[in-house]
């Protein structure tokens, strides 16, 4: 049975279409002192990476944590990343440019992010991206965070074409493992985890950046 041509394109955000690692570790840190809690472990950002907040605050704090204080941790910690961020978090390089070509070579697109919808949105018009993804799944809008694949067989249901004919761009391994268990090809960008690490989780292939990255190469099975 031949496989359908690769015929959408699927973006996560942080770390894909925005450089922003930075302020969230910031935000984790500073979300630490005024909780008084420790982060013990250097590394502890990892535990975060293409998690919904809320399920990345256990890990965080190494604990289990009742549903209403991972609920009231996660928004304050969001609340902080934007007193950071906002006004201050640059796109990818070439990732702008990137989407406003499939964008005008009609190239269905689609945001599938564990960021909460007004977050989203706010990451989106700082980097100059408002409007740029007709179909977008946030947080709340799915029941299992990544790695499970529920976020993108969401998104490829709204675009109304197969998972198999999706393109996901990640930089997260859970990122990478879920779109992999979708059944969806997967550009892997190294902006938060190396190349083996993401071609081990499931990537198709692996980039720094959306330089020389041109739909017409990815799209050929």
């Known amino acids: 049975m031949t496989a359908p041509s690769r015929q959408a394109a699927v973006f996560d955000m942080d770390g894909v279409l925005v450089n922003n690692a930075r302020f ?6 500073r979300l630490a002192r005024e909780e008084g809690f ?11 990476i293409g998690r919904p907040v809320e399920e990345a605050v256990p890990r ?3 604990r289990p944590v009742p549903p209403a204080e991972a609920a009231r941790l996660a928004a304050r910690k969001t609340a902080l990343y934007h007193e950071l961020a906002d006004g201050h978090a640059a796109p990818v390089p070439g990732v702008v440019e990137f989407v406003r070509a499939l964008a005008a070579r009609g190239v269905p697109r689609a945001l599938a992010t564990s960021a909460v919808a007004d977050s989203a949105a706010r990451i989106l018009e700082g980097v100059g991206l408002a409007g740029a993804f007709p179909v977008q799944v946030t947080a709340g809008q799915v029941r299992h965070g990544k790695p499970d694949p529920e976020v993108y067989l ?5 675009l109304g074409v197969p998972a ?10 859970v990122g990478v493992e879920a779109a992999h268990r979708a059944g969806m090809a997967v550009v892997g960008l190294t902006t938060a985890h190396g190349g083996v690490e993401l071609r ?8 720094p950046d959306f330089t020389g990255l041109t739909w017409a190469a990815l799209k050929s099975p």
């Open 24 to 29: 969230h570790r910031e935000a984790w840190r």
């Open 38 to 48: 420790a982060l013990t472990d250097p590394e502890f950002w990892r535990q975060a």
């Open 200 to 207: 081990d989780a499931g990537a198709t292939w692996t980039a």
């Open 164 to 173: 198999a004919a999706c393109i996901v761009f990640e930089d997260a391994v």
């Open 154 to 158: 969401t998104v490829a249901a709204r």
């Open 60 to 62: 965080i704090l190494g």
